[in-house]
Every structure is written in C-alpha cells, then in structure tokens.
C-alpha cells in the first residue's frame, strides 16, 4: 500500500555507483548447507570491454569497435585510445612475464619496506620484512609495557613496540600480549607507497616524509611506457608511487587522482596478478562508466581530461576460470618462487606511478 511512496535503492545511487554494484562480488544465499563453498552470484559480463578480444578482431579482419582506435606511437604493443575518453590509453600485453614477476617480487618485498610507508603504519608503526616473517610463519608480538604510539617521523630502529617472534614464543605469552600472524597482515596489506610519501589523511604529498626513490628501472619502465600520453618534447618523471594490493572481494571505490600539480602528466598504471574489472567513468559521478577487462601486464594510462574522470575497480577475479594467470603459474612453478606464487594466484597487485610536480 505505500509502495508508490518508495524509491528503489537504485534511483538514489548514481550510475557509477550502480556499476561497482552489478560487478561487486556477491555470494550466494547458502545458510541452508553451510557446510558447501560459498559460491559467487552469477554476473553479466558481456557489456564489459575485452581489449584482448579487440586485439583479436582486429588481427584478424582489421575491424575495430565503434569508438576504439590504434595509437601509433613507437612502442612494440598494442596501444588503443577511447574516442570519448581523451587523455586514456590501454596498453594491451605491455609487461613481459619476466617484467611481471618481478615486480610481484618486489612489491612484496621492497616495496613495503621502511621508510616506505604502508597501512599498517597507523597501527603497528614500521615493520620490517613482512613477507619473509609471512613465509615462515611468524607472529607480530605486541612488546611487554611498550606504550609506543606510531609517529610517522620515527625511524624503524626508534620503534620497538611490536616484533616478529616465532609461534611458540606467542603462544607462551597467552593473552597477556598482543599478537597477529605475519600471514594475516600480509593478507590485510592494502597500499604501500614508493618515492615521494602520500599522506592519506591529508589527501596530499608530505615530502618531509623519509623515503626512497623510486627504483632506477621502474622509472625507466614508466618513462617508456608514459610515452603515448605525455605532451610532444617531454619526458615523465617518476616521483611517487602507490602500490594497491586487493584480495578476493576486495574493491577500490570511484575516485580521482587529483593531487598531483600537472594533470597533463600521465598515471603509468600497472596491472599485476588475477583479472580484474576497472571502471572508467565521466567527470561526473552520475556519468555512465565503461567498464573493461585488466589481466596482468596491462597497463593504463590517464592524463589530460581523462585525470578527471571516476574510476575504479569493483571486482577482482580468483577462480581458475576467470583469473586468466596461467602464464605466471607456469613462470612462478619452482620452489623457490612457491610464496610467491600462492599470494598471487588469489591476489592483484597495481602500481600506480606518477609525476608530482
């Protein structure tokens, strides 16, 4: 009887924000049999953009979609731009699975390093070596009598309230201390940042922060592949990263990149690990979003206009079916690179590198 008094949920949410909501990673109801695997809420993906599946049709027959077109440009992979999206460029394929797996590597285990920062700063202050404690398994300990309180200007060695121990030396504390597994934090790792510090709190760059610079190849990495969208006579300068780590069910909401003082300077963004969606929206939050595929070695750039457009990423894929990382299954199959290889194939990892100033 008061069913023309209410409004569906979907009118008051706008369309970016029903986009993430048809892509999100939903279960299905099985509170009946809790004892079966959750399993996934089926999703319709056929208006979602295949850049592989362009690059495929347009070998083939030299037929592109209606508002895609090739970007000639001197790099030795596909580029393609959006005719309604200026400043956007889809790199398809433009990491080596080499190039892939090191930079896996080293985003579990340089990039989160101090005087790095990353979000377990806030809580734990520094911590050192996070994926090799992971690996063998040991506990973060809370320090007896330690009131330690995190000072982003506090070096590592000046931070003694939390150490990694071995489980049983957890387990003979009892409750008396805090503690959390190393696998745990490193599942529960969702940003680190590279060069010049990003400041979230502020939602700007503080560069009194201790850091490093950015890794010489990495730069070089970017400068190169920068080159599509940057203005004719310059050069992309590499001064901050972020790295993004996203688990199953994991999203990044819309937002905008929107700190950095030259927007005609791109973000190089690198995709890394399990299949994902990304959503490129309109200057408006109410702006229909394109929704496309990113498999590991993809890169996007943003620059120009496109820097002021919505984007995000609703849904990471981990199944076997979907999470298309046969490739660096088979690159990451000996013992060594065994951790390695667990994390990733149920995880995403981006780099997003820019130009501050």
């Given at each position: 009887?008061?069913?023309?008094?209410?409004?569906?949920?979907?009118?008051?949410?706008?369309?970016f924000?029903?986009?993430?909501?048809?892509?999100?990673?939903?279960?299905?109801?099985?509170?009946?049999?809790?004892?079966k695997?959750?399993?996934?809420?089926?999703?319709?993906?056929?208006?979602?953009?295949?850049?592989?599946?362009?690059?495929e049709?347009?070998?083939?027959?030299?037929?592109?979609?209606?508002?895609?077109?090739?970007?000639?440009?001197?790099?030795?992979?596909?580029?393609?731009?959006?005719?309604?999206?200026?400043?956007?460029?889809?790199?398809?394929?433009?990491?080596?699975?080499?190039?892939?797996?090191?930079?896996?590597?080293?985003?579990?285990?340089?990039?989160?390093?101090?005087?790095?920062?990353?979000?377990?700063?806030?809580?734990?202050?520094?911590?050192?070596?996070?994926?090799?404690?992971?690996?063998?398994?040991?506990?973060?300990?809370?320090?007896?009598?330690?009131?330690?309180?995190?000072?982003?200007?506090?070096?590592?060695?000046?931070?003694?309230?939390?150490?990694?121990?071995?489980?049983?030396?957890?387990?003979?504390?009892?409750?008396?201390?805090?503690?959390?597994?190393?696998?745990?934090?490193?599942?529960?790792?969702?940003?680190?940042?590279?060069?010049?510090?990003?400041?979230?709190?502020?939602?700007?760059?503080?560069?009194?922060?201790?850091?490093?610079?950015?890794?010489?190849?990495?730069?070089?990495?970017?400068?190169?592949?920068?080159?599509?969208?940057?203005?004719?006579?310059?050069?992309?300068?590499?001064?901050?990263?972020?790295?993004?780590?996203?688990?199953?069910?994991d999203?990044?909401?819309?937002?905008l990149?929107?700190?950095?003082?030259?927007?005609s300077?791109?973000?190089?963004?690198?995709?890394?690990?399990?299949?994902?969606?990304?959503?490129?929206?309109?200057?408006?939050?109410?702006?229909?979003?394109?929704?496309?595929?990113?498999?590991?070695?993809?890169?996007?750039l943003?620059?120009?206009?496109?820097?002021?457009?919505?984007?995000?990423?609703?849904?990471?894929?981990?199944?076997?079916?979907?999470?298309?990382?046969?490739?660096?299954?088979?690159?990451?199959?000996?013992?060594?690179?065994?951790?390695?290889?667990?994390?990733?194939?149920?995880?995403?990892?981006?780099?997003?590198?820019?130009?501050?100033?």
């Open positions: 009887m008061y069913a023309s008094d209410s409004v569906p949920d979907d009118l008051e949410r706008t369309a924000r029903r986009a993430e909501k048809k892509y999100k990673l939903y279960y299905q109801d099985t509170y009946r049999t809790p004892k695997k959750k399993q996934p809420k089926p999703v319709d993906l056929s208006e979602v953009l295949d850049f592989k599946s362009v690059q049709l347009y070998d083939q027959k030299a037929e592109l979609p209606s508002g895609i077109f090739p970007v000639r440009c001197g790099l030795d992979r596909p580029v393609y731009a959006i005719e309604n999206r200026p400043g956007f460029y889809f790199i398809l394929g433009a990491l080596t699975i080499e190039q892939q797996c090191q930079w896996i590597q080293e985003s579990l285990t340089s990039f989160p390093q101090p005087p790095n920062r990353t979000n377990h700063n806030a809580f734990y202050g520094p911590i050192n070596d996070l994926f090799i404690a992971a690996k063998e398994r040991k506990v973060l300990l809370a320090e007896e009598n330690s009131n330690y309180e995190y000072n982003p200007s506090i070096t590592t060695r000046d931070a003694q309230a939390w150490k990694f121990c071995e489980e049983h030396e957890a387990s003979s504390k009892g409750n008396s201390c805090k503690s959390i597994s190393a696998s745990v934090l490193l599942r529960k790792l969702r940003w680190s940042t590279l060069g010049l510090q990003f400041d979230w709190s502020k939602r700007n760059y503080d560069i009194s922060l201790p850091h490093k610079k950015i890794p010489e190849t990495l730069c070089q990495l970017a400068k190169k592949l920068a080159a599509p969208a940057m203005p004719l006579g310059e050069d992309f300068q590499p001064e901050a990263a972020i790295v993004n780590y996203f688990g199953l069910g999203m990044l909401g819309g937002h990149d929107d700190m950095e003082a030259d927007w300077k791109p973000i190089v963004s690198m995709s890394l690990g399990c299949k994902a969606i990304f959503l490129l929206g309109g200057k408006l939050r109410e702006d229909p979003p394109l929704a496309m595929f990113l498999r590991s070695g993809d890169v996007v943003m620059a120009g206009e496109a820097r002021e457009c919505f984007h995000g990423v609703p849904r990471i894929f981990t199944d076997a079916e979907n999470a298309e990382i046969l490739p660096l299954e088979q690159q990451l199959s000996h013992e060594d690179d065994s951790s390695f290889l667990e994390y990733i194939q149920t995880s995403r990892i981006n780099i997003n590198i820019r130009q501050v100033f």
